[in-house]
């Protein structure tokens, strides 16, 4: 299985501070994001949107929330996978992408994000429709 470097996701109060020294820093540039129903903002270098600003009222600091790492291989494999490894994980689906997430969370607390293409049905145990959070 092979994998690349997707993004990091931070979580932060909400204000402006954090995406603009990322911004001015790295040189990138806000761009889209999907529908995800909790606020945020996405920053991009050459199309990829490397850095996830997720905004939460009760995070004075911000703090790593995920690193997350795609793959072309299917969703259903890499489920299995993880399922394998005995790891507390969550499923979830992009909203209007389609894309598969599988979070993971590895021992000592990091959570990795998995990605893989939209095709075939998981059982998704974190639906972000219901949800306003991103999942933990």
Not at 91 to 109: H, N, S, T, Y
């Amino acid at each position: 299985m092979s994998w690349r470097f997707d993004h990091l996701a931070f979580n932060t109060d909400g204000g402006p501070a954090l995406p603009q020294a990322l911004a001015e820093l790295l040189g990138l540039q806000a761009g889209r994001r999907p529908p995800f129903p909790f606020p945020g903002r996405w920053l991009y270098q050459d199309g990829q949107a490397l850095v996830h600003v997720i905004e939460q009222d009760a995070c004075p600091e911000p703090q790593l929330s995920h690193i997350a790492f795609s793959t072309l291989e299917a969703a259903a494999t890499v489920l299995l996978r993880v399922q394998a490894s005995g790891l507390e994980y969550q499923v979830a689906q992009v909203p209007e992408d389609g894309i598969w997430q599988i979070f993971v969370r590895l021992p000592g607390g990091l959570v990795l994000e998995l990605d893989a293409p939209a095709a075939g049905e998981l059982a998704v145990s974190h639906d972000y429709a219901r949800h306003a959070g991103a999942p933990d």
